[in-house]
């Protein structure tokens, strides 16, 4: 498997302009989570879902964050409009679930898509 | 809330030297345990884990071990090299929170030839 895919890897765009950001799970993975990466804040987890549903999302910091499973293959977070403060490495993670008694299974991160809003 | 804790870095070793990095947690459930590491310009990938008490997780030459009495999961490598230079993660997740993993925030190692 080629690993968890995300496009763009690098993304330069101006205040108040719309970003998607784009993921393709490993196949066969029931969870997808993503994160942001900043300087500041670390590593935070913005949303997640399972089986393309969405558990949790109250790490988005805002209404103009959105993320969208269509189905088990592909993700989106979209941002509109951008601002200077979303600058950021994002990534999608994901992972086969819980592992029955042996507890949470790891996550398989993707290279993460560097953001830039000037 | 689930929290991880790691100790303040960056933290700068020489090669061969021992490496220490603290990791404790607080949970309401039975966490499971991970370290995870990210070399400069990629994702996080999984260093270790371990998923119950006493457990000992070990890989590359690192070692964890889940210490429930002092709620603790510390990082060891006894002969560090110039290529473990990376950031350090550790993590917990519990099955109450379907597999979403709680982070600490990092801790930047280098290690100088």
């Known amino acids: 498997d080629a690993g968890v895919i995300q496009s763009p890897r690098h993304e330069v765009t101006e205040m108040g302009q719309e970003v998607t950001l784009r993921c393709k799970p490993i196949?066969?993975?029931?969870?997808l989570f993503w994160y942001r990466q900043t300087m500041m804040r670390g590593l935070e987890l913005l949303i997640y879902f399972n089986n393309n549903v969405p558990i949790d999302d109250s790490g988005m910091p805002e209404d103009r964050f959105s993320a969208k499973m269509p189905n088990a293959s592909f993700s989106t977070l979209k941002i509109q409009p951008s601002e200077p403060r979303d600058s950021a490495v994002y990534f999608c993670?994901?992972?086969?679930?819980?592992?029955?008694?042996?507890?949470?299974?790891?996550?398989?991160f993707g290279p993460g898509t560097r953001l830039t809003v000037l | 809330g689930d929290s991880v804790t790691q100790m303040e870095g960056p933290v700068t070793l020489s090669e061969e030297a021992f490496l220490t990095i603290n990791c404790t947690y607080t949970?309401?459930?039975?966490?499971?345990l991970f370290w995870y590491v990210q070399y400069p310009g990629e994702g996080l990938q999984l260093l270790l884990k371990a998923t119950k008490a006493d457990d000992k997780g070990s890989n590359k030459g690192f070692e964890a071990t889940y210490r429930k009495e002092t709620t603790s999961f510390h990082l060891e490598k006894g002969s560090v090299q110039v290529s473990d230079s990376a950031v350090y993660f550790c993590a917990l997740s519990d099955r109450t929170s379907y597999g979403k993993l709680t982070f600490g925030q990092g801790t930047i190692l280098t290690v100088h030839p």
């Open positions: 993670a994901s992972s086969p679930g819980l592992a029955g008694g042996f507890g949470p299974n790891e996550q398989f």
């Open positions: 949970a309401t459930g039975y966490p499971s």
């Open positions: 196949s066969g993975h029931d969870y």
